[in-house]
């Protein structure tokens, strides 16, 4: 208001300012809260990413994805790679890009949303939880493979990947290879195709190879 008395800014020209701030404000606060939303098990971006050091990414590919396309139709994207091979730093960087463009985002690790979605059930509260994760534009599983699941916990995620199918964006992070996915299964062959079935449809499948990058 002071800048504006002595400059003589014309009532348009203020009202323009204020507003213009506000918007900006408005857009930094919601950024944040999708960033505080998704609960990223901690911060990693793209620009912190070394494409040089890691087998099987395409810069050109990933800077792609980042823009986020994939996510307004409804898309899905596999990492799959041995341990340490960025693909979990991959997976939150691409999340970190979609809060920017303030899409809803949910990380989880695989085992930690099939244990919710067990005690979900077992306490009736299942159709709450799904209405929350449906509204995610894009739910991040994390680590399929290191923690196999019973038939039921199967059947759980099973479900919830159908409801998503060609309407919400799953991306999924594995250490294995597809032919490895129904041991996790716990060895149920024909939900595991139905499930990869439905997840690989549309699909961009990156393969990280190489060492570790941790050793
Ligand atoms: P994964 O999920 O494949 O097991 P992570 O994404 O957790 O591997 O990577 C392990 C560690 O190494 C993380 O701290 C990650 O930030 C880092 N890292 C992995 N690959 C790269 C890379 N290409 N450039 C920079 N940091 C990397
Ligand atoms: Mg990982």
């Given at each position: 208001a002071r800048?504006?008395?002595?400059?003589?800014?014309?009532h348009e020209d203020?009202?323009?300012?204020?507003l213009a701030t506000e918007i900006t404000s408005r857009e930094v606060s919601a950024v944040r809260h999708r960033l505080r939303e998704a609960r990223f098990p901690e911060t990693k971006t793209l620009d912190t990413f070394d494409f040089k050091a890691v087998d099987g990414v395409d810069a050109a590919l990933v800077a792609a994805l980042a823009r986020g396309e994939w996510i307004s139709k409804a898309?899905?994207?596999?990492l799959a790679g041995p341990i340490g091979t960025g693909k979990t730093h991959?997976?939150?960087?691409?999340?970190?890009?979609?809060?920017?463009?303030?899409?809803?985002?949910?990380?989880?690790?695989?085992a930690d949303l099939v244990r919710v979605l067990v005690e979900a059930r077992d306490t009736r509260d299942l159709t709450r939880?799904?209405?929350?994760?449906?509204?995610?534009?894009?739910?991040?599983?994390?680590?399929?493979g290191f923690v196999p699941f019973d038939r039921t916990a199967g059947g759980l995620l099973f479900n919830l990947v159908t409801e998503r199918y060609e309407k919400r964006s799953i991306l999924v992070t594995t250490n294995l290879a597809f032919s490895e996915w129904p041991k996790v299964f716990g060895g149920d062959e024909k939900l595991t195709a139905a499930l990869l079935d439905r997840l690989a449809d549309h699909a961009t499948v990156i393969t990280t190879k190489g060492k570790s990058y941790r050793l």
């Open positions: 800048q504006a008395r002595e400059d003589h800014w014309t203020f009202l323009q300012e204020v898309e899905n994207v596999i991959l997976a939150i960087a691409l999340g970190v890009e979609a809060t920017r463009q303030r899409r809803r985002v949910a990380f989880w690790r695989v939880l799904h209405r929350r994760l449906e509204r995610m534009d894009l739910v991040v599983l994390d680590e399929l």
